[in-house]
């Protein structure tokens, strides 16, 4: 596999739920983040993380967890959604060295609809 | 906070027509990316302008960074349908993140 991943593909979760995004890159980046695209903000940042190491918590609610087991993978754990939170949410990475420097590699997103 | 806001929203050409959107951001940018999502896709890195007033040409694609470096424009000559889809404009945050703030970015369709 090349560039970034991300599983599942489509999630339908009911609110009480939990479930878990995934995201993979095989790019050698050592920055990774997790962005909300809606049709209301279209790129919004959540989460950034920097050598395993989390670097940016955008006011993100608490039923968002994300984890960074080692540069190469990402998680978002979700519990207790509310159907706003229905959206595309993509996983990106960069190198990490420069603020903004690097252009972001976008895996292909996760649709994630709350009943 | 900063703010990188892209004009127009929407553009609806006809197949052959010029295109450009224009960006603007609220502070001075070190350096300005811009992306493409196809409809159903993912962002996709473009290009990348760091100089003051650099222009920089991708086949019918121009990018130009202003001179203040605060605002930047992509202007698509004789479009395609090939072109449709979201253009982001991105600049850094500043400060020692390497947080990049997106704009609001232009959904461009083509009619053929």
Redesign the interface.
């Known amino acids: 596999e090349t560039g970034v991943t991300q599983t599942p593909r489509h999630l339908v979760m009911g609110m009480t739920n939990k479930k878990s995004l995934k995201c993979e890159q095989h790019l050698g980046h050592n920055a990774m983040y997790w962005y909300k695209q809606s049709a209301k903000k279209p790129l919004e940042l959540m989460f950034v993380y920097n050598f395993k190491e989390q670097t940016e918590n955008n006011s993100v609610p608490s039923r968002f967890s994300p984890e960074c087991p080692n540069s190469s993978h990402l998680f978002l754990h979700l519990h207790t959604l509310q159907p706003e939170d229905s959206a595309l949410y993509l996983c990106a990475s960069s190198q990490s060295l420069g603020a903004g420097d690097y252009e972001q590699y976008f895996g292909p997103g996760t649709r994630l609809t709350v009943t | 906070g900063q703010q990188v806001m892209q004009i127009p929203q929407y553009q609806h050409v006809q197949e052959g027509e010029d295109f450009t959107t224009y960006c603007n951001s609220s502070t001075t940018l ?2 300005i ?1 811009w992306y493409k999502q196809r409809p159903g ?5 473009l290009i ?1 302008l760091v100089k003051s007033g650099e222009v920089k040409k991708q086949k019918r694609l121009t990018f130009q960074f202003g001179e203040a470096k605060k605002n930047s424009s992509l202007h698509i000559t004789a479009t395609q349908t090939t072109d449709v889809g ?1 253009y ?1 404009c ?13 704009g ?2 232009t959904l461009l369709a083509v009619q053929p």
């Open positions: 070190s350096n990316q896709g993912h962002p996709v890195f990348q979201t982001f991105a600049g850094p945050s500043g400060g020692a993140t390497n947080k990049l703030i997106f609001t970015g």
